[in-house]
């Protein structure tokens, strides 16, 4: 069914698309639980507690540039997935809208693309919840292995997820809000102490280059990966076409701020230390320790362990929808679309992911440097999101064509969008990075070639079965 939506001068044309089946429960999630699935997929409190100190290994004082340019690039990004999410409720997110507009094949790729990049980051933010959550038991001088921390998470995360998307939603947002307020009252107090001056005698800005910015844009960008995850909640969203879309551009605006800042602010309490905040392991303790409030470092653990904890699950959540409408599209059993008929979610779906994720991380946390494996996914999960999204940006002005709705300002933001998102993937092969991350691409398509294979082959016999 098509409607006609006036909006000013502009007649923006929506769909309800009935083909697509779903017992997800409708009318369900208000504005603050779907961004609320959006911000715990990029988890923001991840970001200052390790990421900023991985990027400043690579892009020194440049970093809050790297993470501007990833903020600009996650915005423009986001006006092209609204080029759908306004005009389409769905649960298939970003392989929905790459299916409407060029193609099933192409939409499959997509769909592939995000599952294995939701797969490898609820890994790798399971890997934090172990590391943080031993951290958090050795002040108590209590010691549990890394793979039953790990084991400990995953069930708990699919208990969660289980429990129904409100709950759930609801549950994320406040805790992530809990541990953003935590981290910004102890940048309040570095900024106090350098008596609110931030300037080149307390961040040094010089030695900054656009090479250093490229380095470290990449694990940068991995900070908002997830942030479209809202998308899915498009069937259980009330006033999806207007809350989703929404949802969708304000979180990586709200948290590209609360990167920037946090990346000065961290280089500015580290600058004249003696320490270097690239080494740091912990780098927010340190800077409660260094600014003699020492028990925030207790309690930003604690707010760290439940960020990964809820990240984990609203990976989960999300990527359980795209599964449902895979296969209710013939690209995997049908059982994935099964849903709880008491607490409407996706519990077969929920299931099968918290397995391969569960084995994963329990895996490589028994077997290999717990650190190694978050380093390990976290770099491979942005190719995931990286090919996805920049298919669905080719796909906007594609689509608003095919509806004649193009304008010059669709296609020159598509192409700046396109460009941005060019720098990171090609900044993740060239120049070839080292050690095992050499593979990683290949790795992933790998994954893309026997998915497709395996896609396209259920997709012909379930046709062919439908069909006789």
């Known amino acids: 069914m098509n409607e006609k939506v006036s909006s000013g001068e502009v007649i ?81 997110s970003i392989y929905t809208y790459v299916n409407k507009s060029i193609g099933r094949r192409s939409g499959f790729v997509a769909g592939s693309s995000i599952f294995f990049a939701y797969i490898t980051t609820a890994v790798s933010m399971l890997g934090g919840f172990a590391i943080y959550l031993h951290n958090l038991l050795a002040y108590l001088n209590i010691s549990v292995p890394y793979y039953l921390l790990a084991t400990i998470g995953i069930i708990s995360v699919w208990f969660m997820a289980q429990r129904g998307v409100e709950l759930s939603t609801r549950a994320m947002m406040v805790l992530e809000m809990t541990s953003v307020s935590l981290i910004s009252i102890l940048a309040f107090i570095i900024l106090y102490t350098h008596h609110f001056n931030i300037n080149p005698n307390n961040v040094d800005f010089t030695h900054v280059s656009m090479g250093n910015v490229t380095s470290g844009l990449v694990l940068a960008f991995f900070g908002f990966v997830g942030f479209e995850g809202a998308a899915s909640m498009g069937k259980e969203a009330k006033k999806p076409l207007k809350n989703v879309p929404l949802a969708v551009m304000i979180s990586p605006i709200l948290a590209g701020i609360f990167f920037v800042i946090m990346s000065m602010v961290m280089i500015m309490g580290f600058n004249g230390s003696g320490h270097n905040l690239g080494a740091s392991t912990n780098p927010l303790s340190f800077l409660s320790e260094a600014n003699h409030v020492g028990f925030f470092g207790y309690c930003i653990t604690l707010g760290a362990t439940i960020s990964f904890w809820s990240g984990s699950v609203g990976i ?94 669709d296609i020159v933001l598509s192409f700046i969008t396109g460009v941005l998102l060019i720098i990171p993937i090609v900044g993740s092969v060239y120049p070839q990075p080292q050690g095992i991350a050499k593979i990683f691409p290949y790795i992933f398509v790998g994954w893309i070639i026997i998915t497709s294979i395996i896609g396209e082959y259920r997709y012909k016999k379930d046709k062919l079965k439908s069909t006789n």
């Open 12 to 92: 923006q044309t929506t769909y309800v698309d009935e083909n697509e089946e779903s017992n997800l429960k409708p009318n369900s999630l208000s504005f603050f639980e779907v961004i609320g699935e959006s911000i715990a997929n990029i988890a923001p409190t991840a970001t200052p507690v390790m990421n900023i100190a991985v990027v400043f290994a690579l892009a020194g004082n440049s970093t809050w540039i790297a993470y501007l340019f990833a903020t600009i690039a996650c915005i423009l990004l986001a006006s092209q997935i609204n080029v759908f999410s306004k005009r389409y409720a769905t649960s298939g």
């Open 316 to 409: 989960i959540t999300a990527g359980s929808r795209i599964m449902m409408r895979m296969g209710n599209e013939h690209y995997l059993p049908k059982i994935v679309t099964k849903v709880n008929e008491t607490k409407r979610t996706p519990t077969i779906a929920i299931g099968i992911l918290s397995v391969l994720i569960g084995s994963l991380i329990v895996g490589f946390s028994a077997f290999t440097q717990i650190s190694d494996a978050y380093d390990w996914f976290s770099t491979i999960a942005v190719w995931g999101f990286l090919v996805p999204y920049l298919m669905v940006t080719i796909s906007a002005p594609i689509f608003l064509h095919k509806i004649k709705e193009l304008r010059l300002k």
